[in-house]
């Protein structure tokens, strides 16, 4: 899909260009808090990059966790490739997403950072769009991601590219090197490969133990 198809709009600032994907927003309020008279809700555009420099700008872009802003700059001083894949799942919300990760799909999508829909309610899977604020009160903490699936690799680096294949009615399969840490901040994984739930209803989240057929879940 190209930007038009996705619905990407632009806005134009002082030696950058701010692009805003809605689908992909899910109202974390990373821009609202950190440069609230650039990123007005309540204003029209409720983006005016005008209010700040470009360094302040491009700084506050990269907190976005979904990806749904990003810039562009005219010294070309773009944001450049995270050197660690990290994983890492939030508090009753989606799993974050940062590193060098390519979507399996007809059109793949490669990506820098993603927020990644894991209670099943998303109309816009395998991304979040805000749903879990409906019904899912996990906690994030994964008390029983560890055992044979949950391991830390200390030989993995992490740094080469991931792909996620979201499984039809099933997971989002993981490979390539990845850390996954829990609410907390806690590294509970290390590896190559991994499984992640996105039913919502896996009793070993965030990965899959395979729950989604008997809760009939449909991606
Ligand atoms: S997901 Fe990104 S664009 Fe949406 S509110 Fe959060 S920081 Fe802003
Ligand atoms: S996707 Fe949730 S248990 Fe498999």
């Known amino acids: 899909m190209n930007d038009t198809e996705r619905k990407i709009k632009s806005y134009d600032g002082s030696g950058i260009t ?92 490669n990506e820098w950072r993603m927020a990644l829909c894991r209670c099943g309610l998303s109309k816009n899977k395998p991304h979040c769009d805000g749903s879990h604020f409906e019904k899912f009160d996990d906690d994030g903490r994964c008390p029983k991601a560890s055992g044979e699936a949950a391991r830390v690799d200390q030989n993995v680096e992490c740094t080469s590219p991931v792909t996620l294949k979201p499984l039809p009615d099933g997971p989002v399969l993981c490979r390539g090197p990845v850390e996954i840490r829990n609410a907390s901040g806690e590294t509970i994984f290390v590896g190559e490969q991994a499984a992640f739930c996105r039913c919502g209803a896996s009793s070993r989240k965030p990965f899959c133990d395979g729950t989604h057929g008997a809760v009939g879940f449909k991606s």
Request: charge should be neutral; charged fraction near 30%; include cysteine.
């Open 18 to 109: 701010v692009t805003f994907e809605a689908a992909r927003c899910y109202h974390a309020k990373e821009c609202v808090r950190g440069l609230p008279e650039v990123f007005d809700i309540d204003k029209r555009p409720w983006i005016q990059p005008q209010h700040a420099d470009a360094d302040r700008l491009a700084q506050v872009v990269r907190r976005c966790p979904s990806g749904a802003l990003k810039f562009r700059r005219d010294d070309g001083a773009n944001e450049t490739e995270p050197e660690r894949n990290v994983v890492t799942v939030t508090a009753a919300g989606p799993i974050h997403v940062r590193g060098k990760f390519t979507v399996e799909s007809d059109a793949p999508l």
